[in-house]
């Protein structure tokens, strides 16, 4: 039997707190869940959302700040509603014309604002700084803010090499004290590695230090390309099924000249036959099929842009829109406008996607028909 003659009493336990100490053996559990979204996004904690260049990463980061807003179960987890902070330094415009329409019809939605400023989270400073301007717009809306994002990691670090352990270190550490200082769940939007492992670019220590992480891919399913979500870090909690989706152009209206005018949203889909891991199926993944979200992505930037054309775009315009990285190994220019054909042949076979050929190798998307935004 122990012996708890020595067991330490009230004064020596307050003084034992005082030098920064908590005896586990009194402490009593904490049983209130405190969420943005339940068992994925946890009050005081930092995630990292990573994938390949145009795979649907922004898209998907609105969609879960949309249904914050709103305050509607996202992929049947029960959500806390409250305001939405997008520090959009890459694209500031483009989350704005993403996130708008997940919430034009929710007139009782909390706010989903848009800082169209770079923040170094490496820097006390602009940590600082931003905590002060996050705690002013809470006032100002008189909402309780739930759910930071900022996209991206590389224009968050300031001139820090996120290559460096000791640099992505110092910009974990100033995500997770906006968390815990303004009571928050925190995501950094990051790239994934040109290796093609899955790992997001960089230091080890984006995944290492966050609480938790979401891997997004490329995958064909049926009924067309796909991006798988993985999560593939949680730290107090089970990790999530996976969740797919896919991107569309929602219509927004026409322009003077009567062309549509889009932006690409993510559209969820049946995850089910993913498996619990979320492993890939058995047949192999095509080159063209996992480049397919990157070219429908930029279809729909290009078409969001308003320069679309009733004669729709040629395959160089759709290849430069599309991140580097896509078709990176393709070499040349003319190898990857060969390829960006290949996958937009591939799409204009299939109607569920909405890719039309509108004239000899140009292309367009079709206006979407209405879908729900919800998984």
Do not use: W
Request: some cysteine.
């Amino acid at each position: 039997m122990l012996d708890n003659s020595n067991a330490i009493d009230a004064a020596e336990e307050s003084k034992l707190r005082r030098l920064g100490f908590v005896n586990a053996n009194r402490h009593a559990v904490d049983l209130v869940a405190r969420y943005a979204i339940k068992g994925m996004l946890n009050e005081g904690e930092v995630s990292l959302v990573h994938g390949d260049g145009n795979v649907g990463k922004t898209a998907f980061v609105c969609a879960l700040g949309a249904h914050i807003c709103r305050g509607e179960r996202f992929a049947g987890r029960r959500v806390t509603r409250g305001m939405v902070l997008h520090n959009a330094a890459e694209a500031p415009q483009s989350v704005i014309r993403r996130a708008g329409p997940l919430l034009a019809d929710a007139l009782d939605a909390a706010p989903y604002l848009v800082l169209e400023r770079r923040t170094d989270l490496g820097c006390e400073e602009d940590v600082a700084g931003f905590i002060e301007r996050a705690r002013r717009a809470e006032d100002a809306a008189g909402e309780k803010l739930r759910l930071v994002i900022f996209d991206t990691a590389n224009l968050s670090m300031g001139e820090r090499d996120e290559n460096s352990t000791r640099d992505v270190s110092d910009v974990i550490e100033g995500a997770k004290s906006i968390a815990r200082f303004l009571r928050v769940h925190v995501i950094i939007v990051h790239h994934s590695g040109k290796a093609g492992d899955g790992k997001a670019r960089g230091s080890s220590v984006f995944r290492d230090n966050a609480d938790a992480a979401f891997g997004l891919r490329s995958e064909e399913r049926d009924g067309g390309p796909c991006t798988v979500v993985t999560n593939n870090k949680q730290r107090d909690d089970s990790r999530s099924s996976p969740i797919a989706f896919r991107i569309e152009a929602h219509l927004l209206g026409h322009d003077q000249d009567g062309d549509p005018v889009t932006t690409p949203v993510a559209r969820f889909i049946d995850a089910a036959g993913l498996g619990a891991t979320g492993d890939r199926p058995a047949s192999r993944e095509t080159a063209s099929s996992r480049r397919a979200p990157a070219v429908i992505a930029a279809l729909a930037t290009l078409q969001a842009t308003g320069d679309a054309a009733g004669d729709g775009f040629a395959v160089a315009d759709i290849r430069r829109a599309c991140d580097m990285t896509t078709f990176a190994e393709c070499g040349t220019d003319p190898s990857r406008d060969k390829a960006v054909e290949r996958v937009l042949e591939v799409l204009a076979k299939n109607p569920a996607v909405g890719v039309n050929e509108i004239g000899r190798k140009r292309f367009m998307l079709a206006a979407p028909r209405p879908a729900p935004v919800a998984p």
